[in-house]
């Protein structure tokens, strides 16, 4: 008989990826390989997972280096820039991404460079980027929702992430037709390297 899968796993995650697809389809695993012990390191910076000693990562498909392995694990993700329906009435609705250049928006600094995360538009084949100016910068997704909701500017976040906050009217979607869709999440891990048994 072969040998129950054992030992360490180390695996790299942003925020979102952890809370929608990781850590939910870990829990499982872990129950039924209970000889592995995972470690999971929530970093929303493109961390080098070989410099870190991790035997795997997870982010979205654009942002894997090529010399990785990749995986898909979860389908393509959408953007929208939403903001609470009292904004939106006193600052008025952006028509083009341009627009935001006139509304508060709620910054993200990205840990790996260091820069404030220029909000990523396309149409008609164009890419667009726009660096956005706001009251608050904040690296956490949860906060960044709940600063647009309480009022503090517009957002750019997953639209999964607030479906509910949509449906309920605490939160209204702005520049829809502008907003892209990134290449799903991938497990990725290096090529050339020595996998412990538990990643195997």
Not at 60 to 86: N, T, W
Not at 116 to 133: H, K, P, S
């Amino acid at each position: 008989t072969r040998e129950r899968p054992a030992g360490n796993l180390r695996i790299t995650a942003g925020e979102h990826a952890t809370s929608t697809v990781l850590w939910p389809a870990l829990k499982p695993f872990m129950l039924q390989y209970p000889d592995i012990n995972i470690e999971i390191t929530v970093d929303n910076g493109l961390t080098d997972i070989v410099d870190g000693r991790f035997d795997a990562g997870v982010r979205l498909g654009e942002q894997v280096a090529k010399e990785m392995i990749a995986v898909r694990i979860a389908p393509d993700m959408r953007m929208a820039v939403v903001g609470s329906p009292a904004y939106l009435q006193q600052a008025g609705t952006p028509q083009t991404p341009w627009d935001l250049a006139q509304h508060r928006c709620i910054n993200l600094r990205l840990p790996t460079r260091g820069g404030l995360y220029a909000w990523e538009f396309a149409r008609d084949g164009r890419d667009i980027q726009v660096r956005v100016e706001g009251q608050v910068i904040l690296n956490s997704l949860p906060q960044r929702i709940d600063a647009a909701e309480a009022g503090l500017g517009l957002a750019y976040v997953p639209d999964d992430c607030v479906a509910e906050a949509l449906a309920s009217g605490r939160l209204v979607q702005v520049l829809a037709d502008w907003t892209p869709t990134f290449p799903g999440y991938h497990l990725y891990y290096p090529s050339r390297r020595q996998h412990t048994s538990a990643f195997t």
